[in-house]
């Protein structure tokens, strides 16, 4: 089955809300979520305006200190790196809002700010945005795998495999590949032309070729203005490490040992979003600065939560609370957690699949 295929027709709304979508099906948690969640959907125009002005003066102060500090070290410059990346990165979670619908009440103002913010994230808002309600609608669901996720097979595929696609997804799952490799190589590259992307999402193409198209006109401003050197001295490292960030924001969020996978007959919209996502718990000034995306099993509850109000939705309820939390210490041993083993629930290391029931 083809990913335009087996897209839900109602995703082609991109405020989808997923809650109403699974209570349709008569699940009995529904109900109960549904009630959870009703006093935190939806956005506040002054608390999201407040957001995305900060953030945005945040960056382009960073960014012009990075600038003026090439006339001193270039170390420097790359030290003020890390916090102009930090605000890419915050940048992309207001983008990641506007996509969920959830950032403003005008549609019309959400795809304008998620399109310009994508220009900076080199990230194609349309296609990001659609490719991701695909995650969000089959998050956990081993029979929609392969479309918006950190690639994961079973023991029994990867035992199925040749020894060629075994090196293969061995070389995937590397943490190097995985943090510096693979984010390069998603945003520089494959963002300019998703090639997975099925062809009858025209809107999604459309905003590809915008995209890159504002990305090309920006370089050019910058060869004009302050040489392209100068700004790749400067963009190219901050691109980088907001990538990387953000990749691995994402892998330990749904990549951890008792997460949630089930067949699609067994498969359960609030089983997969309370379970098959994480709670990081991060620093106040890192989980401000991840505009709390690490409060992710929340916002997988209910996409229409801003994102700033997840940790009082979080606060309101004690069942939430007790969701897996993962800490930053914890967070290097996930990458060792490779294959779902079905019969054990879990996900195991490639020196475990030989334990693993075969």
């Known amino acids: 089955m ?31 979520w549904n009630q959870v969640v009703a006093p935190f959907k939806g956005p506040d125009t002054k608390d999201s305006l407040l957001q995305l002005a900060t953030t945005a003066l945040l960056f382009a102060g960073c960014w012009l200190a990075m600038f003026f500090s ?29 996509g969920h619908g959830s950032y403003f009440k005008s549609k019309r103002a959400r795809d304008i700010v998620g399109f310009w913010i994508g220009v900076v994230t080199l990230t194609p808002y349309g296609a ?43 070389l995937y799952r590397h943490p190097v590949m995985m943090l510096v490799v693979g984010p390069a190589f998603y945003f520089l590259i494959k963002h300019r032309y998703p090639w997975d992307l099925p062809r009858s999402w025209k809107g999604a193409w459309t905003s590809v070729w915008k995209t890159n198209l504002c990305v090309a006109a ?61 709670h990081l718990v991060l ?17 997988h509850l209910n996409s229409q939560i801003p994102n700033y109000k997840l940790e009082a939705c979080l606060k309101s309820n004690e069942k939430l609370q007790q969701a897996r939390q993962i800490t930053l210490a914890d967070t290097w041993k996930l990458f060792r957690l490779t294959l779902w083993d079905e019969d054990g629930q879990r996900l195991i290391r490639f020196r475990d699949v030989n334990r693993a029931a075969a």
């Open 218 to 278: 920006i370089f050019g401003i910058a060869a004009y203005t302050i040489g392209l050197d100068r700004f790749l001295l400067i963009q190219l490292p901050v691109t980088l490490l907001a990538c990387s960030a953000g990749v691995f924001l994402f892998y330990v969020q749904h990549q951890f040992e008792d997460t949630y996978w089930h067949r699609h007959e067994n498969w359960d919209y609030f089983d997969a979003a309370i379970f098959g996502s994480s």
């Open 128 to 170: 990001w945005r659609q490719s991701h309600a695909y995650h969000h609608s089959h998050s956990g669901d081993l029979d929609f795998r392969g479309f918006g996720d950190i690639a994961t097979i079973t023991v029994q595929e990867y035992r199925a495999k040749s020894w060629l696609g075994k090196l293969g997804y061995r």
């Open 2 to 32: 083809s990913v335009a295929e087996s897209v839900d027709p109602s995703l082609d709304d991109p405020s989808l809300d997923e809650t109403a979508l699974s209570a349709s099906q008569g699940h009995k948690p529904a109900r109960y």
């Open 283 to 299: 620093p106040r000034p890192l989980q401000w600065l991840t505009a709390n995306i690490g409060i992710h099993h929340v916002h």
């Open 70 to 98: 090439l006339q001193i070290n270039y170390l420097l410059t790359l030290l003020l790196a890390i916090p102009t990346a930090g605000f890419v990165m915050r940048l992309f979670m207001i983008q990641h809002d506007c």
